[in-house]
């Protein structure tokens, strides 16, 4: 920008000729350089001292105004490293902590998603992501129709907590949301079940939509387990058995 507006200035300045007939009122000039072209050099540099500063103090206006110190900035991206690895992102920021919700990963193409290390919760899904990962149930241990199966599993997750709200049912898939315990004040936990009849199991999902980012850290704020404590209660309501090694939960804060 400042060599663009030196080109321009440089080409609306007259020349030494032109101001030839101004050299003798000048006062002395610079060793070595001629009388003529004097004037022309103290024009040149007291209009680039004023463009400059005038450049300058514009930057440093917009900065401040384009991002405030003490305002909340409304930032919908999926480009932040807060939001890696998940879809259809909204991120509020302030100097003290970072909110990031994401609604866009419910199943898609039959499959349960996983979970990424930017959000809390659980998926029989999460295989590249090892601390997300719990493994599917089988419900032989109850019963060998998926039918049976299916009808005790609706019933369980509607008595798990009295403020479960079944979004979307049919015979093989269940969607359901709680208001997320912790971290408090955010929006809902989803909760996603996937029968497969055919290998006598069920898969799952439990995903907090929000997650709080408290600098320094790079994980977000732990959920106390609660995505997970939440799904355990709902295997012992039934009496199923997990096929794998049960998932621990997050040691973090």
């Given at each position: 920008m400042i060599i663009l507006s030196w080109i321009l200035l440089s080409s609306c300045l007259p020349t030494a000729s032109?101001?030839?007939?101004?050299?003798?009122?000048?006062?002395?000039?610079?060793?070595?350089?001629?009388?003529?072209?004097?004037?022309?050099?103290?024009?040149?540099?007291?209009?680039?001292?004023?463009?400059?500063?005038?450049?300058?103090?514009?930057l440093a206006f917009n900065s401040l105004t384009a991002f405030p110190c003490n305002a909340v900035q409304d930032v919908p991206t999926n480009q932040a490293a807060t939001s890696a690895g998940r879809r259809m992102c909204h991120t509020d920021t302030n100097p003290t902590r970072t909110v990031v919700e994401c609604v866009g990963e419910l199943r898609q193409d039959g499959r349960l998603s996983g979970v990424s290390a930017t959000e809390n919760g659980v998926s029989c899904s999460a295989v590249k992501n090892p601390s997300r990962f719990s493994p599917p149930w089988t419900y032989l241990t109850e019963t060998s129709d998926a039918r049976v199966a299916w009808k005790s599993l609706v019933a369980a997750v509607k008595g798990v907590d009295d403020r479960v709200e079944i979004v979307e049912l049919t015979d093989e898939y269940l969607h359901a949301t709680i208001p997320t315990e912790y971290p408090p004040g955010l929006t809902y936990d989803d909760i996603e079940f996937l029968l497969r009849p055919d290998d006598n199991i069920v898969l799952y999902r439990s995903v907090s939509r929000s997650s709080v980012f408290v600098y320094p850290l790079t994980q977000p704020v732990s959920d106390k387990n609660t995505n997970l404590n939440r799904l355990e209660k709902i295997r012992d309501i039934l009496g199923w058995d997990e096929l794998g090694m049960r998932q621990e939960g997050s040691k973090l804060i």
């Open positions: 032109s101001l030839a007939p101004a050299a003798s009122k000048a006062s002395t000039p610079l060793p070595n350089t001629p009388p003529a072209t004097f004037p022309v050099l103290q024009r040149r540099r007291a209009v680039l001292e004023t463009l400059s500063t005038s450049i300058l103090n514009t």
